[in-house]
């Protein structure tokens, strides 16, 4: 964004519009921008669409942008729209001006780990409810990995949905089995392994009366760095679990993201080095399966037009050689 503020300050031109019709050519990647001006707000997003970016009417007057549609539903905006790739929104009181600087990138690349664990379970992208999508995520992952057992739990949060879905296909009861601590962030974007290790243990609490005595297939959005499978195995066979069956949501991630999401590289990622097999002996699980990439899609309901290089490589864009992160 540095560099960004830099190319806009340097592009020259009568109105914000103009410069950013003049720099925006040379951006290559995913940014979603929202820019405040003298007496307006300029919202910009990339050509290629890889994450959510929207703006909504507010009910006396005005308008608002934000990454997530549940944020303008909360202020009680209505006609709430997506930014359209490669568009320029100029937001001047009640005036709104909408300009396709960049025609769509040929293939459009939304990010599908929106749907998977980024966004709010309350928030639409692609005109798709998060939470549903997350309930068919789990309901395609029941149908391809079933096993006998006695409670479905998920990992709080963003695996709610999809252990309700899992349960619904399967019939198997679905329970709370881990408490989140709501002050502790995201672990697997932590700086060092030390600090996602600790904040894991901080992270959650078992319900050993859920738990005691019985198979318990436990529901998670995904598989990043490993940081907190392994661990939530053990608290869940300490609570007093008889066997423990970890359910995926999606693919492993093989590839890193380079399209604004810190999760590592290669060497960081447990399944760009491991086999699923490998990995449930690493973590202890009694099984583990992961959603397949077609699962996913069926979930999501699109054959093309989601960037999926995180599980699959071919990432949309070309990608220079990484540079260390400190």
């Not at 009910?59 to 549940?70: F, K, L, M, Y």
């Not at 998920?154 to 329970?175: K, L, R, T």
């Not at 996602?196 to 990043?224: C, H, T, Y």
């Amino acid at each position: 964004t540095e560099v960004i503020a830099l190319m806009l300050a340097a592009a020259g031109g009568r109105t914000w519009q103009e410069r950013l019709e003049r720099t925006l050519p040379a951006w290559k990647g995913a940014f979603s921008l929202v820019i405040l001006a003298q007496n307006e707000v300029i919202a910009v997003r990339d050509p290629w669409g890889f994450r959510p970016l929207s703006i909504g009417r507010l009910p006396h007057g005005g308008h608002a942008v934000a990454s997530e549609t549940c944020a303008l539903a909360t202020l009680g905006c209505v006609d709430i729209d997506e930014v359209r790739p490669g568009e320029i929104v100029t937001l001047r009181g009640a005036e709104v001006d909408r300009c396709q600087a960049l025609a769509p990138a040929a293939e459009s690349a939304r990010c599908t780990f929106e749907f998977v664990y980024f966004s709010r379970p309350a928030s639409v992208w692609d005109g798709q409810n998060v939470h549903h999508v997350r309930q068919r995520l789990g309901a395609e992952l029941a149908r391809e990995s079933g096993v006998e057992a006695d409670v479905v739990i998920p990992v709080p949060d963003s695996s709610i949905p999809a252990a309700i879905g899992y349960s619904s296909e399967s019939g198997i009861p679905h329970n709370d089995g881990l408490i989140k601590n709501r002050y502790i962030g995201r672990t697997f974007i932590e700086p060092t392994q030390d600090m996602r290790e600790r904040g894991v243990a901080l992270k959650f609490n078992a319900l050993g009366e859920n738990l005691a005595g019985r198979r318990v297939i436990m529901i998670d959005d995904s598989l990043v760095r490993g940081t907190t499978a392994g661990p939530l195995v053990q608290m869940v066979r300490d609570a007093g679990a008889s066997e423990v069956h970890l359910r995926i949501t999606c693919p492993p991630i093989t590839h890193p993201c380079h399209f604004g999401v810190d999760m590592g590289h290669d060497d960081d990622l447990m399944a760009a080095h491991r086999t699923v097999a490998e990995i449930a002996d690493h973590i202890g699980a009694d099984s583990l399966a992961v959603l397949s990439l077609d699962g996913m899609m069926r979930a999501v309901g699109a054959t093309e037009g989601y960037c999926n290089a995180g599980f699959a490589g071919g990432y949309p864009l070309p990608i220079p050689d990484a540079q260390a992160k400190l």
